[in-house]
């Protein structure tokens, strides 16, 4: 059985004239005729009844001309949306993201997506960098959201937030815990907990950058993958712990009834940029569209550091 053929056969129901349905669908008689016998023989029943004054359907050919709307109403609309999924009009984008993202870059961009292009599909992701950059290299995200970017000619890259600060996270009953801030130095001799490096690769670059610019070395004592875990850690250690600004802020370290708090690092002090990153071979455009949706590089580069305290 052929498309054509229930197309043809839909043409002679509604016409029920061999001529009429042969010129609309630019065919000649017999060859319209030729393609129903083919479509009757598939089917192994007969579908249209005609003699030298009529002709009419069958009942199995009523019957089936309603079944072959059907097919041929889903093949229009299946071929309408690889259309317009092919132009970027409709189809599906995932996105990752982490904190800031979340909070200075998504609830517009999202605003304007929805605006612009309605009938694309957003999932949201939240995710550290490295493992977003991993979903993005698999295909499973379309679009990373993350600090720092990857130097490698597999990604595209667009700085989104600078300034990101990086803080130190203690216990109650450290030493530093009522201290404002800390020169980077003093970790100097610090036990500390921190995260493998493929977790996000730009922190703890950024850390060890630091820690060099200062002429110190960083006692890693113990790892933790994630800021809850190392809130745990310090705790009930007195270990020296690091996390973003905006993450120390949203966890509430420093907060009456929290057991971590936060304390600012200086000379230096370690920061980070937020990027979207993309697949340089990427062909979905609703990459594209939904870059277009978040600011522009210059009037997206803002100073976390002052958003977070606004």
């Known amino acids: 059985m052929e498309f054509r053929h229930l197309v043809s056969f839909i043409t002679i129901a509604e016409e ?15 060859s319209l005729s030729a393609q129903l016998q083919k479509l009757e023989k598939s089917l192994g029943v007969q579908l249209v009844a005609r003699n ?12 089936f001309e309603s079944q072959a709307r059907i ?19 409709a189809g599906t984008l995932s996105v990752g993201y982490n904190l800031p ?9 999202l605003a304007r997506m929805t605006e612009q292009h309605p009938d694309i599909g957003v999932s949201l992701f939240e995710k550290r960098t490295g493992p977003q950059l991993a979903a993005l290299r698999d295909g ?16 595209r890259y667009r700085r989104l937030l600078h300034r990101v600060p990086l803080v130190a996270v203690v216990g109650r009953r450290h030493r530093w815990a009522d201290r404002p801030g800390v020169p980077f130095a003093e970790l100097d001799g610090q036990d500390c907990v921190l995260f493998a ?31 809850g875990a190392t809130a745990h850690m310090v705790s009930v250690r007195p ?14 370290m420093g907060a009456p009834g ?17 990027y979207a990153v993309w697949r340089a071979d990427e062909t979905n455009p609703s990459v594209s569209f939904f870059l277009d949706c978040i600011d522009s590089p210059d009037a997206a580069r803002v100073d976390i550091a002052r958003a977070v305290s606004a």
């Not at 029920?16 to 017999?30: K, S």
């Not at 030298?52 to 019957?63: D, F």
């Not at 097919?71 to 009009?89: C, F, L, N, S, Y």
């Open 239 to 252: 270990l020296v712990g690091f996390a973003s600004l905006p993450r120390a802020i949203s966890m509430g």
């Open 258 to 274: 929290s057991n971590s708090v936060a304390v600012k690092l200086f000379d230096p002090v370690p920061t980070l940029d937020l």
């Open 197 to 227: 490096r493929e977790q996000c690769p730009a922190m703890y670059d950024s850390l060890f950058r630091a820690a060099a610019d200062s002429r110190i070395t960083l006692a890693v004592a113990q790892t933790a993958d994630d800021p």
């Open 71 to 89: 097919i041929v109403a889903q093949m229009d609309r299946a071929a309408e949306a690889a259309k317009a999924t092919a132009e970027g009009r």
């Open 16 to 30: 029920l004239h061999f001529g009429r349905a042969a010129q609309r669908l630019h065919l000649t008689q017999p």
């Open 140 to 155: 499973s995200l379309d679009l990373a959201l993350v600090y720092g970017h990857p130097s490698t000619p597999d990604f």
């Open 101 to 109: 993202a979340s909070r200075h870059v998504l609830p517009e961009a």
């Open 52 to 63: 030298s004054h009529e002709v009419k359907l069958t009942p199995a050919g009523r019957e």
